[in-house]
């Protein structure tokens, strides 16, 4: 299943600031959360201003060298990090910044990649890791096409001034959750319901939706013993009885009519 949660950035957005919250999000423990945008669907013309936003929110996060950053993590083990070693060596995409890995260390830097497709190894499913795809569209509208080519995800995130243009996003496309101009930050609001849709999860909780998902109301019916003659209907009669209830019933009809 291709559970991947989408960040749209239209052109119309202070770059800057939305390249900083998103390499916030995705890197936030070295991508590895569910929630974490796992690829960009940028409109055509800001992608290399975009890039070079996310070069210098790197920096200032995590310096010139990542890996010697007490602020960046390590993926969970080996084998994730051959998994994810494994998606980079066979995406057809253009590695724009990071890329390097330490197996040893369990390290791979924040890594870009640009002119991603549909198809590519890195849009098969949840990256869960330091690696952002960017796919570039001419408008937004086809980037809610190809987000709903895919299996709903769990999260959705939209960067953009356009109060048309957000709505037509939310509108045509379904997701868990939804944030507008930030990212992860719906998951720590306790009266929000956490949860995703269709093959993103069933159900939510956080708060009194966590009571909720996880008690059950059991449904009970308590009758006495008595009026047993009035449930006769209910059982079975000979043909005998069924035929006077008719003939009675018929009468009724005919006698209010």
């Given amino acids: 299943m291709s559970l991947l949660s989408p960040a749209f950035v239209a052109r119309d957005v202070d770059v800057a ?3 900083r919250r998103l390499v916030w999000a995705k890197f936030f423990n070295c991508g590895q959360t569910c929630i974490a945008p796992d690829y ?3 409109e055509r013309g800001i992608e290399d201003k975009f890039i070079d936003a996310c070069k ?8 010139s060298n990542a890996q010697t950053s007490q602020s960046y993590g390590r993926i969970v083990n080996k084998n994730h990090h051959q998994r994810l070693r494994a998606l980079l060596e066979q995406t057809k995409g253009k590695v724009v910044h990071g890329g390097e890995l330490d197996e040893e260390d369990r390290y791979i830097s924040p890594t870009l990649v640009l002119g991603v497709d549909r198809d590519d190894k890195l849009m098969e499913g949840e990256i869960f890791g330091p690696i952002f795809p960017i796919i570039v569209v001419d408008r937004l ?15 959705l995130y939209v960067f953009s001034k356009n109060k048309k243009l ?6 045509h496309t379904r997701s868990g959750g939804v944030v507008v101009n ?9 009266n929000l319901p956490f949860g995703g849709t269709g093959p993103s999860g069933i159900g939510n909780y956080h708060g009194k939706r966590s009571f909720d998902v996880f008690s059950h ?3 009970t019916i308590i009758k006495t ?10 059982y079975p009669v000979s043909l005998f009885l069924l035929l006077l209830v008719f003939v009675f019933l018929r009468a009724c009809f005919l006698t209010i009519c």
Avoid: C, T, W
């Fill in 141 to 155: 509208v086809e980037g809610v096409k190809l987000v709903n080519s895919m299996d709903q995800p769990l999260a």
């Fill in 17 to 19: 600031i939305a390249a």
């Fill in 40 to 42: 960009i669907v940028i």
């Fill in 217 to 219: 109301e059991r449904s």
């Fill in 182 to 190: 930030d990212a992860l930050v719906h998951f720590i609001v306790s």
């Fill in 166 to 171: 957000i709505d037509y996003v939310l509108d």
């Fill in 225 to 234: 013993m008595g009026m047993e003659k009035l449930l006769d209907l209910r």
């Fill in 56 to 63: 210098a929110s790197l920096q200032e996060f995590y310096g």
